[in-house]
């Protein structure tokens, strides 16, 4: 069977669908499918005291978009069909007929009512999108960004069954939907109330109290002049780190080192908790080692963050992360390291950290995509080019994956001796910023991208901030960055 496009039902519960349903259905339209929706009259919504502790937290963070979760009227696309494809069950208990099925799995539970109990209870949920309730054909690990608050967890574990499903349906589309493995039974624990007392409202507590002492983050970054093998060849961090100071009212974070002339560049994030938003800054070494003080060398309207520079084509660039803007611009130096121009949009979307990796003859960016909903770190997605300006066009497989512990880059590709090919990745598992690995690619090319599971860095040495999230070498000079709880000022204005 060739990529086609699919006559696919939606089962959706009649008395309780949500918005994500509505949006699943959407972008299942857009892609070509023709889509219809069977109402299941049997599943229940979700209890009414959910929905409402959920609404009254998202008040409280004044979260004024619509809500995954919310409930709205059953949507309707035309009868089912006669003779479907597929179908998409998203009431949890449809029964197996001749017709594929596809699934989801809360921690092993269908029922999506499962997700505020778990996101509640501090868990992590692992969603499996299961066919025909026997085999699971697709594995997702959301990402949850604010784990003090159940109803934004809740609409981060949404997210990603939205495209944890599209990604399996477009799969069943080419005919490349695999196997993993055989289901296993498992039991979880579907109570909210008591899950909401006992754990996510103390870590809501615990979060306010710490909100009105320390700034919300402030990262500071590491550096060490270093000959012999670095971190990405040990796996340790070791010693010999050196703190790069800052005035307390902004921070630097994501470390990228360049050589030019003979001398060392440090480009980073310079956020400035004031502005509520980073530009990126040079810090120029002597010819002794010490770090000149930093200046700004790119200023937009948006947050500035990850500058990757490198050269190509006889220019320098900088490739640096603006997911806020909507689109992943690259820039040119035309008066190197002070003066930047942006030169091309290389990619349309809310992409994260996208890494540069030039291999076998053609050019790749590995990134992560928010795709419309969710956190900004999950989502692996990639692209190829034969030229750096464009076009630059999504790897057939996106998303490669949907894994918090090892999609989103922390670093360009690092080369070791014998020639494999490694990138740092974040380890969201402790949240955002807990944790840095290194992944081997063992194949990437137009049809296939293969990683392996990350092997963790191990936070030992002199460092005192040991929740890292970038490692970036060049010569002797190697960088880190740490998170670092720091107080706010008796009197502040602006909130961090």
């Known amino acids: 069977m060739s990529d086609r496009r699919l006559a696919i039902d939606v089962i959706v519960p009649a008395r309780g669908a949500q ?9 299942l339209a857009a892609a070509g ?12 919504g979700w209890p009414a005291w959910v929905n409402g502790t959920l609404a009254l937290e998202r008040r409280l963070f004044r979260r004024r978009v619509r809500a995954l979760a919310s409930q709205i009227e059953p949507p309707m696309s035309g009868a089912p069909h006669v003779a479907a ?11 197996v007929r001749d017709v594929p099925t596809l699934a989801l799995r809360f921690d092993g539970a269908y029922d999506a ?3 505020p109990a778990l996101v509640a209870a501090g868990r992590l949920p692992v969603l499996d999108v299961v066919l025909d309730g026997a085999h699971v054909v697709g594995r997702a690990w959301p990402m949850i960004d604010r784990r003090e608050a159940a109803s934004l967890g809740v609409e981060d574990v949404l997210a990603r069954a939205i495209t944890a499903l599209v990604s399996a349906v477009e799969a069943c589309a080419a005919d490349r939907l695999d196997r993993l493995e055989a289901i296993a039974p498992l039991q979880t624990d579907q109570r909210f109330l008591p899950a909401y007392l006992t754990s996510a409202l103390p870590r809501l507590g615990r979060e306010a109290w710490r909100r009105l002492r320390f700034r919300h983050a402030h990262w500071r970054v590491g550096y060490r002049f270093h000959d012999g093998p670095g971190v990405a060849d040990t796996g340790r961090l070791g010693t010999g780190w050196t703190l790069l100071a800052d005035a307390g009212d902004r921070f630097y974070a994501d470390p990228f080192v360049f050589h030019w002339q003979d001398r060392a560049f440090l480009f980073v994030e310079d956020y400035l908790h004031a502005a509520g938003k980073a530009v990126i800054s040079v810090v120029p070494f002597n010819a002794a080692g010490v770090p000149q003080s930093a200046r700004v060398v790119l200023e937009e309207p948006h947050h500035l963050s990850y500058p990757q520079v490198f050269t190509r084509d006889g220019a320098i660039w900088m490739l640096p992360e603006a997911s806020t803007s909507g689109k992943l611009t690259l820039y040119r130096a035309e008066a190197f390291p002070d003066r930047w121009r942006a030169k091309a949009v290389l990619a349309e979307g809310e992409i994260s950290d996208a890494t540069l990796l030039a291999h076998d003859g053609r050019l790749w960016l590995f ?23 464009g ?17 989103r880059p922390g670093g360009a590709f690092v080369r070791d001796r014998a020639g494999r090919i490694f990138l740092p990745v974040q380890d969201g598992t402790l949240g955002y910023g807990g944790g840095l690995g290194l992944s081997e690619l063992l194949l990437l090319d137009s049809d296939t991208i293969h990683l392996s599971p990350p092997r963790p860095i191990v936070a030992d040495g002199d460092w005192p901030y040991p929740r890292i999230h970038t490692l970036n070498r060049s010569g002797p000079l190697e960088v880190i960055d740490g998170i ?9 204005n602006r909130a961090s």
């Open 19 to 27: 918005y994500w349903h509505e949006v699943l259905i959407e972008r």
């Open 33 to 44: 499918h023709a889509v219809a929706v069977a109402l299941d009259p049997v599943a229940d």
């Open 85 to 95: 494809n597929l179908r998409v069950d998203l009431a949890g208990h449809a029964p």
């Open 113 to 115: 009512r499962a997700v």
């Open 367 to 389: 990134a992560t995509d928010r795709d419309g909903f969710g956190s900004t770190s999950d989502t692996l997605v990639v692209f190829e080019a034969e030229a750096l300006a």
């Open 391 to 407: 076009p630059w066009r999504p790897h057939r497989l996106n998303p490669i994956l949907i894994d918090r512990r090892r999609a």
């Open 484 to 492: 670092v709880p720091v107080r706010k000022p008796l009197f502040e």
